[in-house]
């Protein structure tokens, strides 16, 4: 099983990134797949969600408007489309897939930096 994120780096505030996480190894199709994010000295959070066949999202309220999620069955791959971003915003941005609440698979992060 593997989740590959790219896309990160460091961009000015205001400006927009797109995170892609690659899947393989599993039913790409038959997992919820989450976007978490965390900063330094401070926990794991979930930042957007999509179900299985892209009928459901949610996001953090930090977020709303701000960010989007999808993804695409056929390419096993899983989107976020991040605007108008903020220092705030700073962190490493981490892939879940999950089956049922019993499995999880974990990418390895991205770093997102968000400075002038």
């Known amino acids: 099983v593997q989740l590959v994120e790219s896309g990160g780096g460091l961009v000015q505030p205001g400006g927009a990134l797109r995170l892609s996480c690659a899947a393989s190894?599993?039913?790409?199709?038959?997992?919820?797949m989450n976007w978490y994010r965390q900063a330094p000295g401070k926990e794991r959070a979930l930042v957007a969600a999509?179900?299985?066949?892209?009928?459901?999202?949610n996001y953090a309220d930090s977020v709303k408007g701000r960010f989007t999620i999808s993804r695409d069955n056929a390419k096993n791959t899983v989107y976020l489309e991040m605007n108008s971003l903020k220092p705030e915003d700073t962190a490493v941005y981490y892939c879940?897939?999950?089956?049922?609440?019993?499995?999880?698979?974990w990418g390895q992060g991205t770093q997102v930096t968000v400075s002038s």
């Open positions: 190894g599993f039913t790409f199709s038959r997992y919820d």
């Open positions: 879940n897939a999950r089956f049922l609440n019993r499995i999880s698979y």
């Open positions: 999509i179900t299985s066949a892209g009928g459901n999202t």
